[in-house]
């Protein structure tokens, strides 16, 4: 089991950046890898995943598409996501998940995944 830790949120104003961080007890060769929110009264919502063999193999939902950036430092079993342009509507908590094994498509599903960190909590304010 892939213990995993995000870090990073906190409260930005809109039209601002955040990065995010979620580091992996182990190593995350040959993972899928996936970045998904949670608002209050909303279903969690994959928002991101990359596969860590190739890493330019990403997926992101059409509700960040050209504003989240989600990569990987291999060497620091470390995986984040540059968020810009942030609007009210992102707020909510963040949640890092890993899937060992062949990544065959970047999955946006959380039944796809099976080892989540705890979340951490990111508020835009207009």
């Known amino acids: 089991q892939v213990q995993l830790v995000e870090s990073g949120g906190g409260e930005v104003q809109a039209g601002g950046s955040l990065i995010l961080s979620c580091v992996a007890s182990?190593?995350?060769?040959?993972?899928?890898l996936g970045w998904f929110r949670q608002a209050p009264g909303k279903e969690r919502e994959g928002i991101a995943s990359?596969?860590?063999?190739?890493?330019?193999?990403?997926r992101y939902s059409n509700s960040v598409k050209g504003r989240f950036t989600i990569t990987l430092e291999y060497t620091k079993n470390t995986l984040y996501l540059q968020m810009n342009s942030l609007t009210p509507e992102d707020t909510a908590t963040y949640y890092c998940?890993?899937?060992?094994?062949?990544?065959?498509?970047?999955?946006?599903?959380?039944?796809?995944?099976?080892?989540w960190g705890q979340g951490t909590q990111v508020t835009v304010s207009s």
């Open positions: 182990t190593s995350v060769y040959r993972s899928c």
């Open positions: 990359i596969d860590s063999e190739s890493t330019g193999r990403t």
């Open positions: 998940a890993s899937k060992q094994g062949i990544c065959w498509l970047p999955s946006l599903s959380g039944a796809d995944y099976k080892d």
